[in-house]
């Protein structure tokens, strides 16, 4: 063979296009065994709630993603699945599965998509936020699930590959009373190894005094070397706020996250300039300019994008630029079945500022339940998987128990 053979034989393959063929829309609603489920803001948690998406190509792949709408675990889905159903998968079929971005332009930008290609800026539909996002982000993720299984690799290797094998992660839970909270938090730590956790504050308690008092327990009990964040649900006032921060500043909070709503960027950017605890906030925005309203607002620290809401992977790489380009730490929420859950790890994994994974201990069965792997914490580091797209395998079978609603365009 001629040294110049292969790269001929590279250079004149024919480029294998995939289109698609059907996508399918899945409302789930997983119950919880009352023994597991707890208490927050947003009441008691008894069911995990979500939709996924299955986009099948003419060649047989299939590519899975996942959309969410609602805070917390809890939500009907309805409209978001709706959405789905009747305005973008009808948009769907027959186009190449490997236009992932010209998929996101014509979700976004709707009936001006041609305007916004030709002028090179978004002509966005009225819709350009919320629910639509959310549903778009289900789309994105599938289409990179099966850009990645055609070409046999990971998600993190088409991103420009990954930094580490594994990442720290921490342990997201922290709903129990100031006599309990020290004991609850141990015992995340004795299960997965974690050197990091994050409890709840805020409307939890009712009172900053009663959260500053719960931190001071988790912190007496854990002692100095456990890195706690404390998550508020954007619950505080701004004055509230303020009055927790001065309260656990003695307590080295490693970051206090959506201190207030993210409806009042000037008050979030308020609470950061009157303390030094981090801020960190993004699960509940949406899409590259959120983000960067958050950014220039000077609202945060760190940057929490959900892939299951802000737009996608595509639109997640996009945030991990501006995390990157304003130098602060992305730490994705991870808050969600599986496919969110391994979008997030992936876009951590490739990112520049890439920090840490979080690692839900609420009961959560559209995590762990619907997929052939198993996703847990060794050492408390979560393992970037080397297998090929998302690297999950979705049981069908247990993903049906979980069903409430299905419907194929
Ligand atoms: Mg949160």
Redesign the pocket.
């Known amino acids: 063979m001629s040294s110049t053979a292969p790269a001929k034989m590279l250079g004149g393959a024919p480029f294998r296009d995939s289109r698609i063929e059907s996508v399918d829309v899945f409302q789930l609603s997983a119950p919880i065994p009352p023994a597991k489920q707890h208490v927050s803001d947003f009441g008691k948690v008894s069911t995990f709630d979500t939709v996924f998406v299955r986009i099948t190509t003419e060649s047989g792949l299939e590519g899975w993603g996942e959309a969410k709408n609602a805070a917390g675990s809890t939500g009907r889905y309805g409209g978001l699945a709706a959405i789905l159903r009747e305005d973008i998968v009808p948009l769907l079929p027959g186009r190449s599965a490997r236009d992932i971005q010209s998929i996101w332009e014509l979700v976004y930008n709707g009936v001006r998509a041609g305007h916004a290609n030709r002028a090179g800026r978004v002509f966005p539909e009225l819709s350009r936020r919320g629910v639509t996002i959310a549903a778009l982000s289900a789309v994105d993720i599938a289409l990179w699930d099966l850009l990645g299984k055609s070409l046999q690799a990971p998600v993190w290797q088409l991103l420009g590959g990954r930094r580490k094998e594994r990442f720290p992660a921490y342990a997201s839970g922290g709903w129990a009373d100031v006599d309990g909270i020290g004991e609850e938090l141990t015992g995340y730590i004795e299960k997965g190894g974690f050197s990091s956790v994050k409890m709840r504050v805020g409307a939890l308690d009712g009172s900053p005094e009663l959260s500053a008092r719960r931190v001071k327990a988790a912190r007496a009990a854990l002692g100095p070397d456990v890195q706690i964040f404390c998550?508020a649900?954007g619950t505080f006032s701004v004055s509230e706020a303020k009055r927790f921060c001065r309260m656990v500043t003695s307590e080295n909070i490693g970051w206090l996250?959506?201190p207030v709503t993210g409806d009042n960027k000037r008050g979030m950017a308020e609470v950061r300039c009157f303390t030094d605890i981090p801020i960190a906030a993004g699960?509940s925005e949406f899409t590259r300019f959120d983000f960067r309203d958050l950014l220039d607002l000077r609202c945060v620290d760190i940057l929490?994008p959900d892939m299951a809401v802000c737009g996608g992977i595509s639109e997640g790489v996009r945030i991990a630029a501006l995390a990157a380009a304003y130098d602060v730490p992305l730490a994705p929420?991870l808050?969600t079945g599986a496919l969110g859950f391994m979008s997030g790890l992936h876009v951590l994994a490739s990112s520049p500022t890439g920090w840490i994974v979080e690692y839900s201990l609420g009961a959560n069965p559209v995590l762990h339940d619907v997929i052939e792997e198993s996703i847990q914490p060794v050492e408390g580091c979560i393992p970037v998987p080397d297998r090929v797209g998302l690297g999950v395998t979705i049981n069908t079978d247990a993903l049906k128990r979980f069903v409430s609603r299905e419907n194929q365009s």
Request: hydrophobic residues 10%.
């Open positions: 998550d649900h996250e959506e699960e929490q929420h808050w």
